[in-house]
């Protein structure tokens, strides 16, 4: 790996700084008054990283499943497996945008998966199409945020991140019941025990590097942390002799405020962990100013780094970007004023990115 030292300090100091803050943030929330829409979980934040992180250290994992080639589709449409909830816990705080929630599904090891890939959840129920006629409703695709190794590292489960879809009708300057998202309101109000008809896994535009010690950066806003989550509990979490994580991990994270965080408390713990290894950045759009006062976006913070980002990249790092599809636009044009700035090609930059298969994409 061609990265110097000097950049790999330089990247990382102030990473306990950030820490600290973060956890300071984390516990004056505590005592924020309620002012969230509660959908029947209550609005308190559950923490993961009590449930599950290994208090030991690394955690043994099924190792057999290194050698799994890559699934893709396994099951499908007309013949969907068959899962089973095991938990739905909201992970954000009483006054986070909308409500995120942590859903871990059974599936026995019969429906395994690489890091970055996704399930597809068919919702139960019909619809009636454009031509009149009820027809099942169709797939909607979720990034699995756990590990192939699930929560609980026994490769019998997977994890997703779901961000319940609400509508809000601006005259009645309320929530619309009627059209609330099918799928995501499906999942967050299920109950353990219940059964979810599954599709995938799909996807290969998010696999991680074969090569364990290339430095991995990660943009994410909101529920696209599910597959930066899912490749961290890879690289800090599991005891992987065959793919031991030598890179840097680097996360931007993009969220309105600090109670809409996701997964911080698993972040904060690797970060303690690993903090010359790992580092998170946040980008709090209702909290924090950018440096022309304005609110700060992903692209924002990521900017704020430009110099290391692109030193790291110019070595080889991998760069990830998941969340919502409005993400991209800010960050690619701050990418090309970087460009501009640094006197290099914009286009021919990018094309190196990804004819070098260091560009992951995956926006919706
Ligand atoms: P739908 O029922 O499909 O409705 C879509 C939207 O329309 C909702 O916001 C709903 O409120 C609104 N709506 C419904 N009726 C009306 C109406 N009459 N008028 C106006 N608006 C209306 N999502 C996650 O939460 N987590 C993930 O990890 C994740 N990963 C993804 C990965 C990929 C590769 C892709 C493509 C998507 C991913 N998504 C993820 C998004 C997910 O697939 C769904 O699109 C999302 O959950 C909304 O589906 P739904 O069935 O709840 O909403």
Redesign the pocket.
């Known amino acids: 790996m061609a990265f110097s030292i000097s950049a790999k300090v330089s990247a990382f100091t102030g990473a306990k700084v950030n820490a600290t803050r973060a956890q300071k943030a984390r516990r004056a929330n505590v005592a924020v008054k309620a002012q969230g829409t509660d959908y029947g979980l209550g609005l308190q934040m559950s923490t993961t990283a009590d449930k599950n992180i290994d208090p030991n250290g690394r955690a043994k994992v099924p190792l057999e499943m290194e050698k799994m080639e890559l699934p893709l589709n396994t099951y499908k449409n007309k013949e969907p497996f068959v899962g089973t909830i095991r938990s739905v816990e909201r992970i954000v705080g009483p006054n986070a945008t909308g409500e995120?929630c942590h859903i871990i599904i059974e599936h026995g090891g019969k429906m395994p998966f690489w890091e970055g890939q996704?399930y597809g959840?068919i919702?139960p129920g019909t619809k009636v199409n454009s031509k009149g006629k009820e027809v099942p409703?169709?797939v909607?695709?979720?990034?699995?945020?756990s590990s192939r190794y699930g929560d609980s590292y026994d490769g019998l489960t997977a994890t997703?991140?779901?961000?319940?879809?609400?509508?809000w009708d601006p005259e009645m300057n309320a929530e619309?019941p009627?059209?609330?998202?099918?799928?995501?309101?499906?999942?967050c109000d299920a109950k353990p025990g219940q059964e979810v008809m599954m599709t995938g896994p799909?996807?290969q535009v998010m696999l991680l590097p074969k090569d364990p010690a290339t430095p991995v950066i990660m943009v994410a806003t909101?529920?696209?942390?599910?597959?930066m989550r899912s490749y961290l509990r890879r690289f800090f979490l599991e005891d992987i002799p065959s793919w031991e994580f030598k890179g840097l991990a680097w996360l931007f994270m993009g969220v309105a405020n600090s109670d809409a965080k996701l997964y911080d408390d698993e972040f904060q713990e690797m970060v303690k962990r690993f903090p010359d290894q790992f580092r998170i950045d946040y980008a709090l759009s209702r909290e924090d100013t950018n440096k022309n006062g304005g609110k700060m976006y992903i692209q924002d913070k990521v900017e704020e780094y430009k110099d290391q980002v692109f030193q790291l990249l110019d070595g080889g790092a991998h760069m990830y970007f998941?969340g919502l599809k409005g993400m991209m636009p800010g960050i690619l044009s701050m990418l090309e004023g970087v460009c501009k700035e640094k006197g290099i090609s914009y286009e021919e930059w990018l094309e190196g990115l990804k004819k070098n298969g260091q560009w992951h994409v995956?926006?919706?």
């Open positions: 995120t996704s959840v919702p409703h169709g909607r695709l979720y990034s699995i945020a997703l991140c779901v961000r319940r879809a609400t509508y619309d009627a059209k609330k998202g099918i799928c995501s309101n499906f999942l799909t996807g909101g529920t696209g942390i599910a597959p998941c995956e926006v919706y």
